[in-house]
């Protein structure tokens, strides 16, 4: 039963892989990716629109450009099987930690739960290798604390992290909670404790050593500043799906740590994960692989006996499972993940004949898609806000709500033609002002200037 539920969880994992690559934040990463093939500098990148004019530094620049040289050679169907890759790569990192503590019957429960709580941001995204990152993280922070060992498999790993997704320093608070959890558990005076504190450290300077510099720690210093543009920032809800999931992963864990106590390091550990799902959206999922452990000690301290040790065969089955499953995907693809999102037969024609520079107003959610298909075009709005000063998302968020002077705002965009959703209220807007329907579907629809706008 426990290997059909993680068989079951991998199939799930190339389902949701199987499909079209629906999400806009592809290909901003797909077009950010061409660019520095093409010869952007990472310590100096351009900008793909004039409406973005703010200083900023990659923080995802790896998988960006490894997703934009597998388009190059197999389309998007190859760029759709790296995402099954990724999302394979975390049920394996969930279910090897949670294995580590629980059995199986748990491991199974548990690799579903962190799958649910993590499903709206599974997606062909960089952030998603974040959460397996995470998870192997906390592992080894947790076991350092236990065991006093050093985990010094963590400063490749987060020098890895540092060029792959702006989470990365989430590895430098893991680390600083596994010290202080170790310090509590073997006590301050503890020999290992300076040799821990060590690694941690050389974690810090190993994300100033990737090609980016040390300049990288400013780059995502001030993401959390821009974050009230983007809904990813805003509150968690607990009664939705994803919620629900994670209350389930939390609620065994805490109620078993009141009743019958902890070790510190599962106490820390524990709120850690608390605070990240109360945090915001954005870290929902780090919270759910950073309670999955917890939860895995916990439930399994309910069950008579040991966990049982992972033996060669099931490690063995789990890794066979896990290359089948991509297998599968390999063949899938092609079939399923060449349909790109914007399909209005006339798109092609009409915005792949502007004038190359020709300003286009948009909205946040087909601007990575157009940025990417159609690069001669000058975009007012893409959903990549590192490139954007906070004056421009404030504008940006002014025109798409049509706030007091929203018009003026579009004039001193330039904005040409704009391309936006058919229901849009923006778009009836400017229709209301004398804007001009090029063309129209039931989806999207371009819109000209007047002459005298």
Not at 262 to 269: C, E, G, I, K
Not at 312 to 332: D, N, S, Y
């Amino acid at each position: 039963m426990p290997a059909l539920t993680l068989l079951g969880v991998l199939v799930v994992a190339v389902a949701r892989a199987a499909r079209p690559l629906t999400n806009p934040d592809t290909y901003f990463h797909l077009r950010f990716g061409a660019e520095f093939l093409a010869g952007w500098s990472l310590r100096d990148p351009g900008s793909v629109s004039t409406s973005a004019t703010r200083d900023w530094l990659p923080t995802q620049w790896l998988p960006q450009v490894l997703m934009a040289a597998i388009e190059e050679r197999a389309g998007l169907p190859g760029v759709a099987w790296l995402s099954g890759l990724q999302l394979v790569a975390l049920v394996l990192a969930v279910a090897w930690v949670c294995r580590r503590r629980a059995d199986p019957v748990v491991v199974a429960v548990l690799t579903a739960l962190v799958l649910w709580a993590c499903w709206p941001a599974l997606s062909m995204r960089p952030q998603v290798l974040s959460y397996a990152f995470m998870a192997l993280t906390v592992h080894a922070w947790w076991q350092a604390a236990l065991t006093g060992s050093r985990p010094w498999l963590l400063v490749p790993l987060t020098w890895w992290w540092a060029m792959w997704h702006g989470m990365w320093p989430f590895a430098l608070v893991v680390g600083a909670v596994g010290v202080v959890a170790a310090g509590l558990h073997r006590g301050l005076r503890a020999r290992e404790l300076p040799r821990q504190a060590a690694v941690l450290v050389a974690c810090a300077v190993s994300a100033a050593l990737t090609p980016v510099g040390p300049a990288l720690y400013d780059a995502v210093l001030t993401v959390a500043g821009r974050g009230r543009f983007f809904s990813e920032w805003g509150a968690p809800d607990f009664t939705s799906p994803t919620g629900a999931a994670l209350i389930l992963l939390a609620a065994p864990a805490l109620l078993v740590v009141l009743r019958r106590g902890a070790s510190w390091p599962t106490v820390l550990f524990l709120g850690l994960g608390l605070g990240l799902a109360l945090y915001s959206n954005r870290t929902l999922p780090l919270a759910a692989v950073t309670l999955a452990p917890v939860a895995a000690l916990a439930l399994q301290s309910l069950i008579p006996g040991q966990p049982t040790p992972p033996g060669r065969r099931e490690v063995g089955w789990g890794l066979g499972a896990a290359a089948a499953a991509l297998l599968v995907l390999a063949v899938l693809v092609p079939r399923t993940s060449a349909e790109t999102p914007v399909r209005a037969d006339w798109v092609e024609d009409r915005l792949g004949s502007l004038p190359a520079g020709t300003t286009v107003l948009n909205d946040w959610g087909d601007g990575g898609y157009v940025m990417w298909a159609y690069p001669q075009l000058d975009l007012v709005m893409h959903g990549y806000g590192d490139t954007f000063t906070t004056e421009e998302l404030e504008r940006n968020t002014s025109i798409l709500g049509l706030d007091r002077g929203w018009q003026d705002l579009v004039r001193g965009t330039g904005a040409e033609v704009a391309f936006l959703r058919t229901d849009h209220r923006l778009t009836a807007a400017l229709e209301d002002a004398g804007w001009r329907v090029a063309a129209t579907s039931a989806d999207v629809e371009l819109l000209e200037a007047p002459e005298d706008w």
